[in-house]
């Protein structure tokens, strides 16, 4: 019988489990999980007859990884897209919302009218977009995302309306993020045509896509929320045992590549050992890893970042909510980076007819988990006010506090991770991975997930199931 050890209990390693019990059957699962639940940055306040989310709220079905998954394990009814009545979001600067303008693609512009005629831009910042047409190629390189779109579009569009657009699925400074790792089809438009804006207007749309279609949305959720994705993958697992409350401390070579894993409660030894633990952590838990591959495990950034849900009686909402929320760029002056409009973007079934928000905190290089949960609560009450003219109290909040919640992929990352891969090569089956590298999207950690599985197969000469894997290509 082979036995293989799962560390990380998050999305990664919940699909790994899954994809390994489903596709090579035999294998016993030991799936160990520091926390008291499964789910990782998944958590869902469902308390009070309401749907908050502490963490993602919904997932892109253009990448199919996580909607296949979600169907597999019997959610296919329970998927639900974006309120269709309601498309985009306001950019909140100096006191108003500003509609986002139509045609900005991962935040360059590919119509011209509707951002020259946009009021969210000066005069200034409008001929500064010429400069796309003017500059010189740059370096095909790594470069920050900022400094890329700096030298194309000038500053003022980058601060107002691509940075908060970009840097919010990373959490990241878009003055640091590294182009290669997050938007490398940016590079390529330049590549193509100097211009990104001609390159981009010349990339192919992409073919439709059967669940868009089916979902008729972009983004999907789960209409009791993102967590009951996290049980429904449990419930489908058989051969899986789980070690919660248990977090692993120690993962030494054994003889004939097997593995030994060490917690304060259990230990065992292992034919294969997938870790998926934030990078911090496995540098940690992997000590007789070279010097150079635990460095760039351990100095791989991660940003702090807070979530505050808050229900309301929707009379005390004074504004027109008709969009998805609002997005709020660095220089405005407030702490918040975006407040999602959860009752506008989702109508989740049976829930209590109260206007639910969720407003996020922590920009990479702000330490907001400094704040208490007591000041981060007024801080939002202002903000809110500031934003929304809310000065009603909420009925219900929560603060979700979430230290070191999301990787940062900094100018270089993809030559670090190269690096490491290599460091990694000769240790087999011992299997590394975790959002820091392969895309922070869930879809991204569920592919990821499947792929890591079928080269543990392929290393363990473990024979698959066909008739069980026959959807799958
Ligand atoms: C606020 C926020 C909003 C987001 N929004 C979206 C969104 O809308 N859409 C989207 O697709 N993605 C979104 N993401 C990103 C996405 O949620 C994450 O990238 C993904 O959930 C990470 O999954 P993971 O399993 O790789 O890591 P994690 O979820 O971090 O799981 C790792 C697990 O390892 C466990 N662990 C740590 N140390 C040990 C140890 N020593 N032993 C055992 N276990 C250990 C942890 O407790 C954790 O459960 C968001 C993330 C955040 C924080």
Redesign the pocket.
Known sequence: MIRVAL???????LSAAYYLERDYPGVEIDL????KEL????RTDTSHNLIIEG??????ATKPELVELCEQVGLGPHLIGTNPQVRGAYIFWKNQHYQIPEGIQTGVPTKAKPVLTSPLLSVAGKTALLKDFLVRKGPDGDQSLGYFLRRHFGNEIVDRLAAPMLSGIFAGDIDQMSLKATFPHLLTAEQRARSVYLGSKRRKPPAPNVFVQRYHSVFVSVDRGLQEMIVQIAKNLHHTRFFLS????RIEPETEGRWAVS?SSHSGVYDAVLV???AY?SAR?LPFLSLQARDILQHIPYAD?A?VGAAYDPADIPIKTDKTGFLVPKHSGLHMTAVTWVSSKWHYPHVDPLFVLRA?YGRFGENILEYDDDALISLFRKELEQTMYVKASPKYLRVFR?PQ??PQYVVGHLDRIAKLERELEPFRHLFVA??FEGG????D?VKQARKTVQRMAQELELTRSEVRSETFT
């Open positions: 560390i990380g209990g998050g999305i990664t390693g160990f999980e520091a926390d789910g990782g940055r998944i963490g993602p709220d919904s997932f892109l248990t977090a692993v401390e917690s998926t633990t934030p952590v838990i970042l979530v996020f979430i919640g999301m975790g959002a922070v999207g869930m879809p950690r």
